[in-house]
């Protein structure tokens, strides 16, 4: 069975930091890795997708690897922002054909001005 | 485009009561997936459609059902709702389940 964890489950550092949030799983056999963003009492927002065959995507200021052989993700946060607080969660498909995401329980950010 | 829209945003309901909430996702995606999401539990996979059928269930009794619609939108039912049915109600759309998966708003549910 699937298992996501993400470590640390709280973070709080001053702004202009660069910080890397982590996301384990212990089923290498995965389709897909997404990563989110979600603010307080709202919706996912999707920040990126890496499927299994590459291992990193990048957009703006985000960097995410992911190396199945490992079961790790690492979502790279350069030049943090008090815009970039929100709790981020990553969620991994599998290959077995199962049409779900399984989701980690989230790391929240306070990066602070 | 239009993103994934949920109706309603907010509801409160009384225990026993029955409940539909309803997705509407980005014009064209044809897989809609359910989640339920609390503090103590997180994200919880509900049921995931494409083409009108149910492809996959998650552990949730059969208390929880939903359906698809030919247009894609897709409703989710709740019925004798319990407190613990109170959660955020969170709706995702991709072309396929596999694929990038973009959220709706989320409808807050609260039993009391």
């Known amino acids: 069975k699937q298992e996501v964890t993400q470590i640390p489950a709280a973070l709080s550092v001053p702004e202009g930091e660069n910080l890397v949030l982590n996301c384990s799983f212990t089923?290498?056999?995965?389709?897909?890795l997404q990563w989110f963003r979600q603010d307080p009492g709202k919706g996912l927002t999707s920040l990126l997708l890496i499927q299994s065959s590459q291992r990193e995507q990048t957009s703006g200021r985000l960097n995410a690897s992911l190396d199945k052989s490992s079961g790790r993700s690492t979502l790279y946060i350069a030049a943090s922002q008090p815009g970039d607080s929100a709790t981020y969660l990553c969620?991994?498909?599998?290959?077995?054909?199962?049409?779900?995401?399984?989701f980690g329980t989230g790391t929240r950010l306070k990066v602070l001005a | 485009k239009a993103g994934v829209t949920q109706t309603p945003r907010y509801l409160i309901k009384t225990r026993g009561q029955q409940v539909t909430l309803s997705c509407s996702p980005i014009?064209?995606?044809?897989?809609v997936s359910w989640y339920q999401q609390t503090p103590g539990q997180g994200l919880q996979f509900l049921f995931e459609?494409?083409?009108?059928?149910?492809?996959n269930k998650g552990n949730f009794p059969g208390r929880f059902s939903g359906r698809q619609f030919s247009n894609s939108r897709s409703e989710m039912n709740v019925s004798t709702l319990e407190l613990g049915d109170s959660a955020l109600y969170l709706c995702a759309s991709s072309l396929e389940a596999d694929y990038e998966q973009y959220f709706g708003p989320g409808t807050r549910l609260t039993v009391t």
């Open positions: 014009s064209g995606h044809r897989s």
């Open positions: 089923d290498s056999a995965i389709y897909n």
């Open positions: 969620a991994v498909s599998d290959s077995s054909g199962t049409y779900k995401y399984i």
């Open positions: 459609y494409f083409s009108e059928t149910q492809r």
